[in-house]
T-cell receptor, first 126, second 107 residues
Framework: QVQLVESGGGVVQPGRSLRLSCSASGFTFSSYGMHWVRQAPGKGLEWVAVISYDGNDKYYADSVKGRFIISRDNSKNTLYLQVNSLRAADTAVYYCAKDWGCGSSSCHLLAFASDWGQGTLVTVSS | DIQMTQSPSSLSASVGDRVTITCQASQDIRNYLSWYQQKPGKAPNLLIYDATNLETGVPSRFSGSGSGTDFTFTISSLQPEDIATYFC?????????FGQGTKLEIK
């Protein structure tokens, strides 16, 4: 079964950086795109970024563009999110999620997530 | 960016009730819409994609309809385990965007 385990969250001061990691197992990691989605405390879901199976295509939400970097290491089955210049508004649980990809009769690449990790909390506070 | 507007924001219903949630897109997204269920303290769970297709393993009491800008999510007979917040998400355009969520409670 698909397992996604995020790590790297914590309390960080405004303006500082963190690197979030997501360790994947139970599927062929190198064949799937991967998403990061965040959720501020008590709020809704916000899509953050997505990366293609080979790392060549990356897309970001406007709110994080230029500050966050999504990457992956297929040899380690690991997804990353480098979060820089952190702001209070970045405080959230960060989920990594496996792209749905292709089903029996259709493909939706980098579209929506089929499986999610349990998230890692990033708190930006002085 | 495409704005997704869900209504209502919260809903109280009784076990066995038919429950309907709507999601409206700010522009035509064809049928590129998914629905997620999120239980308290848990990660979201995919229920429906392409507006109407039930994800594997999802109970048949859940269904979706619509295309273009107006979509509906329905639970045909509410069960106690359906207490959760439900989100729609469009994937016609980047960036992907979610609705603000509908919190479903038992009356």
């Amino acid at each position: 079964q698909v397992q996604l385990v995020e790590s790297g969250g914590g309390v960080v001061q405004p303006g500082r950086s963190l690197r979030l990691s997501c360790s994947a197992s139970g599927f062929t990691f190198s064949s799937y795109g991967m998403h990061w989605v965040r959720q501020a405390p008590g709020k809704g879901l916000e899509w953050v970024a997505v990366i293609s199976y080979d790392g060549n295509d990356k897309y970001y939400a406007d709110s994080v563009k230029g500050r966050f970097i999504i990457s992956r290491d297929n040899s380690k089955n690991t997804l990353y999110l480098q979060v820089n210049s952190l702001r209070a508004a970045d405080t959230a649980v960060y989920y990594c999620a496996k792209d749905w990809g292709c089903g029996s009769s259709s493909c939706h690449l980098l579209a929506f997530a089929s499986d999610w990790g349990q998230g890692t909390l990033v708190t930006v506070s002085s | 960016d495409i704005q997704m507007t869900q209504s209502p924001s919260s809903l109280s219903a009784s076990v066995g009730d038919r429950v309907t949630i709507t999601c409206q897109a700010s522009q035509d997204i064809r049928n590129y819409l998914s629905w997620y269920q999120q239980k308290p303290g848990k990660a979201p769970n995919l229920l429906i994609y392409d507006a109407t297709n039930l994800e594997t393993g999802v109970p048949s009491r859940f269904s979706g309809s619509g295309s273009g800008t107006d979509f509906t999510f329905t639970i045909s007979s509410l069960q106690p385990e359906d207490i959760a917040t439900y989100f729609c998400q469009q994937y016609d355009n980047l960036p992907r965007t979610f609705g603000q969520g509908t919190k479903l409670e038992i009356k």
